[in-house]
Nanobody
Framework: QLQLMESGGGLVQAGGSLRLSCARS???????MAWYRQAPGKQRELVAA???????NYADTVKGRFTISVDSSKNTVNLQMNDLNPEDTAVYYC?????????????WGQGTQVTVSS
C-alpha cells in the first residue's frame, strides 16, 4: 500500500521559488509519479510527471520553471518551482499510479497550498 504526504507549500511573492516534497511509503510497482494542481474554480491539471525510468514531462505553462525529481535515498518525489507567478496559485497534489498484477491503482496525497502574490 502506497501512502503519499505533501509538504513545502506556502505563500511566496511573484518571481519567488518553492520546493514541494512528497514522501512515499513505498515504491514497488510504481509506474509514474506526478504533481497535479487545482486552482479555485478550475479543473485539476497535470503539472509534472516522472516515470520509474526517470523520463519527465511538464505542462507547457511550467516548462523551464518547474523541475520534478525523485530522491530514492529519502523516498521522496520533489517539485522545484521557480519564477512563480499568481497563475501558479493552487493546491498541489502528489500522485502515483501503481501497476500490480495487471491492474492499475491510483494514489493521491492530501494536497499542499501554494499561494503566489502579485
Amino acid at each position: 500500500q502506497l501512502q503519499l504526504m505533501e509538504s513545502g507549500g506556502g505563500l511566496v511573492q511573484a518571481g519567488g521559488s518553492l520546493r514541494l516534497s512528497c514522501a512515499r511509503s513505498g515504491s514497488i510497482g510504481i509506474k509514474n509519479m506526478a504533481w497535479y494542481r487545482q486552482a479555485p474554480g478550475k479543473q485539476r491539471e497535470l503539472v509534472a510527471a516522472i516515470t520509474s525510468g526517470g523520463a519527465t514531462n511538464y505542462a507547457d505553462t511550467v516548462k523551464g520553471r518547474f523541475t520534478i525529481s525523485v530522491d530514492s535515498s529519502k523516498n521522496t518525489v520533489n517539485l522545484q518551482m521557480n519564477d512563480l507567478n499568481p497563475e501558479d496559485t493552487a493546491v498541489y497534489y502528489c500522485y502515483s499510479r501503481i501497476g500490480m498484477f495487471g491492474r492499475d491503482y491510483d494514489y493521491w496525497g492530501q494536497g499542499t497550498q501554494v499561494t503566489v502574490s502579485s
